[in-house]
């Protein structure tokens, strides 16, 4: 069994190319799957399509989530074309299975009221509030993720000419910046920046307190904090930001295709959701406000 999973690991990284995040999610479902048959005392070469259905079955009871269910099916899906190919199986018993989608949720996104309130929040007279003005006020005129964010370079900002350049899943877009965004961001580079660093060669443009680049869960703390003293009650993520930002822009007259390329959707049917998002907000207000709804 290890085998067969050290081989998949192997052709995932050499032959797909798999990221490090794929290829770490694929193999921990795999690896489940591996400890669910092993006590049924089922080889792995000998699982057929009743197997794997009754495993979503499993997961299901366990109370996974529809979207688990689905990603751990996708998983097997892959392991098993790896069987196949390697000839350690005839045929993939996942082959033509799909359990049940998951109801896609509307993401949430904030007014432009509680966007106001949660970007005033940063006392921009000291270091930490002025770095972290410059943070949010480019997180909401760009729309980028947090990944994204916190891979950013000196080099990735032109603030003469307003835009930004941004590198993610493998294709690099540019993005504009607003006035608002441009003027926090020259500040924080020309008068915080060089204070907070330690190492003259450092080329984040974001960097803790330590003056080391900003990680993932120091940049997720500090849109914790401004949450709670806006005294927001939605929760609000990173995401929440990259979400608001391309409802606002729809809801404003920008098109599908603009924002897809803002946002960096390899598939516009990812920028649909936010049309939906529009259209339910355009039906609430219809039912508060039309005297016969």
């Known amino acids: 069994m290890l085998d067969f999973i050290a081989g998949y690991e192997s052709w995932l990284g050499q032959e797909k190319k798999a990221s490090a995040n794929t290829l770490s ?5 795999v690896r489940q799957f591996a400890l669910w048959v092993e006590e ?20 299901e ?6 979207a688990t269910v689905v990603r751990s099916v996708a998983s097997l899906k892959s392991f098993y074309t790896y069987m196949t ?7 993939n018993p996942v082959k033509g299975f799909t359990p049940s989608r998951a109801e896609r949720k509307l993401p949430a996104i904030l007014t432009n009221r509680e966007v ?20 949010l006020e480019l997180l909401y005129a760009t729309g980028i993720r947090v990944s994204e964010l916190i891979a950013l370079d000196t080099q990735d900002v032109n603030l003469s000419a307003g835009f930004l350049r941004c590198r993610g899943k493998g294709k690099e877009r540019m993005v504009p910046l607003y006035k608002t965004a441009v003027r926090a961001l020259a500040v ?3 008068d915080i920046r060089p204070q907070l660093l330690e190492d003259p060669g450092e080329t984040a443009l974001f960097v803790n307190m330590n003056g080391e680049r900003m990680s993932r869960q120091g940049f997720w703390k500090i849109v914790k904090g401004y949450q709670e003293k806006a005294g927001i009650h ?10 608001s930002f391309a409802a606002h822009l729809l809801e404003n007259g920008a098109d599908l295709k603009s924002i897809q390329e803002m946002l960096g959707h390899a598939d516009i049917s990812a920028t649909q959701i936010y049309a939906q998002v529009v259209n339910q907000k355009l039906r609430d207000v219809y039912a508060r406000a039309h005297p016969r709804a």
Request: proline residues 4%; aromatic residues 6%; charged residues 35%.
């Open 25 to 29: 999610s694929y193999l921990r479902d």
């Open 40 to 59: 049924g005392e089922l080889p792995l070469t000998l699982v057929e399509q009743d197997d794997v259905k009754r495993y979503a079955r499993h997961l």
């Open 61 to 66: 009871k366990e109370g996974k989530s529809n």
């Open 85 to 91: 190919a390697t000839h350690c199986v005839r045929i």
């Open 116 to 135: 106001d309130l949660f970007l005033e929040q940063p006392d921009a007279s000291d270091a930490k509030g002025c770095r972290d003005k410059a943070m």
């Open 188 to 190: 924080y580079i020309g």
């Open 234 to 243: 939605k929760d609000i993520t990173p995401h929440t930001l990259r979400h």
